[in-house]
């Protein structure tokens, strides 16, 4: 049976996310910065004749999220989404996106999966904090900005100062920096943070500093920083250098994500 969730589903509803919350990120941190009662979102749950949930759907404006574990009402999921005008995002792990995609009347505008690796709070490190690296705060944002845009991989990404403070001042983002004649010159920050996982996002350094590990040292504090929270990390990588920079840091390829048009 499907139904919209209310916070008095919460629990149940987190005792399914936890199982896998790299999948979830996107899930966990909308009902923390959110919760239930708020118009830009809206959960579905699918609860079987045990009264158990195994399936949900999470909508965020125009954007779809399903999943489950076991066998759950893709086709009711499915139902909700077609009804939809103003659908426009199909997101989640490619084996479940797939299925849905499956039962979708219109066919897809277009569809990418990503690379997807995740390190959880279990995984031991053998890494200790570095000096040199600080966190930056809600007043450090122009010089945040200031990095950013000279990065080349970010060109054409809007670096809102605004976003980014208010971010760090909800708990929702940190930024590990590393700093060099008054200006930042490599970053490692997190998004989306909830209290099971976050995601790894604008890992740069400037051209002039490279080769001098300060990406990975901002990642070793990072990492050290939230695995000591007891969270799990993920993050999107597209190239097998970086997949190689991740994977000695003790990061494993799990499900790839997909983001389709509908």
């Known amino acids: 049976m499907i139904r919209k969730l209310s916070n008095g589903d919460k629990e149940n509803l987190y005792h399914l996310l936890k199982q ?15 919760g239930f009662d708020n118009e830009l979102q809206t959960l579905w ?3 079987n004749e045990s009264n158990e949930l195994r399936g949900i759907l999470y909508k965020y404006k125009d954007k779809y999220a399903p ?12 139902s909700i989404i077609s009804k939809d005008k103003n659908a426009n995002t199909l997101v989640g792990i490619e084996s479940i996106a797939d ?4 039962y979708l009347v219109k066919p897809v505008k277009n569809s990418r999966s990503y690379l997807y690796a995740e390190l ?16 930056a705060t809600e007043t450090d944002v122009n010089k945040l900005v200031v990095l950013y845009k000279k990065v080349p991989e970010f060109e054409g990404d809007n670096h809102n100062p605004e976003v980014i403070a208010q971010n760090i001042t909800k708990g929702w983002s940190r930024n590990y920096v590393i700093e060099s004649d008054g200006e930042y010159v490599s970053s490692a920050s997190t998004v989306c943070e909830n209290s099971l996982s976050a995601m790894i996002s604008a ?36 190239n097998e250098e ?21």
Not at 120 to 135: D, G, I, M
Request: glycine share 8%; hydrophobic share 35%.
């Open 20 to 34: 896998k919350p790299s999948e979830n990120l996107f899930i966990l941190w909308g009902i923390k910065a959110f």
């Open 45 to 47: 749950g699918d609860y």
């Open 67 to 78: 999943f489950g574990i076991g066998d759950f009402d893709i086709e009711g999921f499915v």
């Open 99 to 102: 299925k849905v995609k499956r």
């Open 120 to 135: 959880k709070s279990t995984e031991p490190r053998n890494f200790q904090k570095n000096a040199e690296v600080s966190l």
């Open 203 to 238: 890992v740069c350094t400037l051209t002039s500093h490279k080769k001098k590990r300060y990406a990975t040292k901002c990642l070793e504090n990072l990492i050290f920083d939230l695995q000591m929270e007891g969270k799990t990390l993920c993050l999107f990588y597209d």
């Open 242 to 262: 970086a997949g190689r920079i991740y994977k000695r840091l003790g990061f494993k390829d799990i499900e790839k994500w997909n983001v389709s048009t509908l």
